[in-house]
């Protein structure tokens, strides 16, 4: 399902990382499952839970059976939004989401002259409805969510400072630890985020096109994957205890006493074996002149509609603003919007 944040296009280069090694049996766990668009492609034990209360809905009606229909229309949209307490949970789920231009939660519809948004939706809720069949949904912030032993944790929190969803609190410094007390507990902890604490270490990272930023323009930002080990604790034993088991019960504090006091000093020191990674902070940009920033959108939606004349203009006709017709008189703004819904590279 479309989504903010969705790890969609990402999704085919991170999930081999973090399902490698998965044991048999081992839960796969989501805190923060979205839109689904990472849980609907692993199977065996799924748990995915969200704070967001209707999107939960949804998901639970999905698991009862339920698809939406492939003729909802802008007015219905108009209706729920103000008054969302008169619609069952789940339609509102779908509406605010599938529905929403850029998958903004009750936002605006997602406008398209030929009404396929509806029909794009639909399409693509069937394809992936069926994948979720068996998934354990709960509605819950992340850190009441009750984690199986050992599990495989994926999480893919709100990033910070981006977008705020609605009705949910974030707090990032509560949520990094949480996830070291995760590690600390035999879990393992894989992060998407753009930067982490130190301590955690970055495996897999891209550049990517996120949405706009406070000026409107489109922001480049770089998709990074973070994990951390449970750290290894070293026995250094400098003297003599009968055996490496006697020190390790004589570390553990059994009352058992080697034989002999021929001994002792033993010494536990936590050994960290990953490498903390410094996070590079990215170099401030100048801010480009809007007219170039206009030209150059204009110029890449230009070259994709003559990549494939018919076939593209017919993408980007139900995109353009009521009663015009010239792409070179898009504002930064409108081409903004029809190079991100059609992702065209600029
Ligand atoms: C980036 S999105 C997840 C997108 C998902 N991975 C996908 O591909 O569709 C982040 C999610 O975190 C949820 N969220 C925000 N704050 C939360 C919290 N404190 N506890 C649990 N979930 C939270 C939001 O409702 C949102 O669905």
């Not at 951390?228 to 004589?250: D, G, H, L, N, V």
């Not at 018919?310 to 703004?333: C, F, I, Y």
Request: charge should be positive.
């Amino acid at each position: 399902m479309k989504y903010m944040g969705s790890k969609r296009r990402i999704a085919k280069h991170i999930l081999p990382i973090i399902l490698d090694g998965r044991k048999r049996g081992q839960a796969y766990v989501e805190p923060f499952v979205g839109g689904c668009n990472m849980i609907d492609k692993v199977d065996g034990w799924r748990i995915g839970a969200d704070s967001h209360y209707y999107l939960i809905k949804l998901w639970r009606a999905v698991q009862n059976g339920w698809i939406p229909k492939d003729n909802y229309t802008e007015a219905q949209y108009n209706m729920i939004k103000r008054n969302p307490q008169a619609y069952p949970e789940h339609i509102v789920g779908y509406f605010g989401f599938a529905l929403s231009f850029g998958a903004r939660w009750l936002g605006t519809w997602r406008k398209d002259k030929n009404n396929d948004c509806v029909g794009e939706a639909y399409r693509s809720a069937i394809k992936q409805f069926k994948k979720l069949k068996g998934v354990e949904f709960y509605n819950c912030p992340f850190d009441a969510l009750i984690i199986p032993n050992k599990a495989l944790v994926y999480c893919d929190p709100p990033y910070r400072g981006t977008y705020k969803y609605n009705g949910t609190k974030y707090d990032s410094n509560r949520f990094w630890s949480w996830c070291r007390r995760l590690v600390n507990q035999g879990h393992t902890v894989f992060v998407s985020e753009y930067e982490a604490p130190s301590d955690f270490k970055c495996v897999w990272s891209q550049e990517i096109n996120a949405g706009f930023n406070q000026k409107k323009y489109f922001k480049k930002a770089v998709e990074k994957l973070f994990t951390k080990r449970r750290p290894k604790i070293m026995i250094e034993i400098r003297a003599t205890f009968e055996s490496k088991e006697e020190a390790i019960q004589w570390l553990q504090g059994s009352d058992a006493q080697p034989a002999e006091p021929k001994h002792t000093k033993a010494k536990a020191e936590p050994v960290e074996y990953d490498e903390p990674v410094e996070a590079k902070k990215p170099k401030a940009k100048k801010q480009e002149d809007p007219a170039k920033v206009q030209k150059r959108l204009v110029k890449a939606i230009v070259d994709f509609i003559l990549a494939d004349k018919v076939e593209n203009m017919r993408k980007v006709r139900p995109l353009m603003p009521e009663g015009q017709k010239d792409v070179k008189a898009l504002s930064v703004e409108q081409a903004q919007a029809i190079c991100l819904e059609l992702g065209i590279d600029v």
